[in-house]
């Protein structure tokens, strides 16, 4: 691991802290009681806005780098999650590597799987015989994924 991720690391572990909030506080206290001392003059404000405003601006930068190793770390889990599940569909690995277009059309088929689903799980519940329809769509759709999978390679 490089120094700066070392770094970020342990500056968002120290920042996440209540001890560095309580740090925070105590300044703020001791900035609005020196205000008297200092005669609450523009010099005394700009202290404080310009400590916060150094504070926010590398704070922004130490946020970025946490969530984008959160986010890669958990793109690689599910990754391994849709990898190790047989009926999963491999092609939703690294989805997040597609452009709009592809993530929108991909969202359209999900939908439209998600609606059908919905009207034959209602189907079912009104006929028996759509139960019984239903039933023998699925082992269509069973052997339709295992016939696609002869043409994918193995999975570990």
């Not at 909030?21 to 020196?34: C, E, M, N, P």
């Not at 970025?64 to 793109?75: G, L, V």
């Not at 019984?132 to 759709?141: G, L, N, P």
Request: negative net charge.
């Amino acid at each position: 691991m490089d120094w700066h991720s070392r770094f970020a690391k342990a500056a968002a572990r120290w920042t996440g802290n209540a001890s560095c909030f309580g740090l925070a506080a105590l300044i703020v206290i001791a900035w609005l009681v020196s205000g008297p001392m200092f005669g609450f003059s523009d010099t005394w404000q700009l202290i404080i806005n310009t400590g916060t405003t150094i504070v926010t601006f590398l704070m922004v930068f130490l946020i970025q780098n946490t969530q984008n190793r959160d986010t890669e770390a958990m793109q690689i889990k599910l990754d391994e999650l849709i990898r190790a599940t047989r009926q999963a569909e491999n092609t939703l690995l690294d989805l997040e590597e597609l452009d709009q277009a592809e993530l929108d059309r991909l969202r359209e088929r999900y939908e439209q799987l998600a609606r059908l689903a919905r009207e034959q799980s209602l189907a079912r519940q009104r006929d028996p015989v759509a139960r019984e329809h239903e039933r023998k769509a699925r082992s269509a759709e069973r052997e339709m994924r295992r016939a696609d999978s002869v043409d994918e390679p193995e999975k570990d």
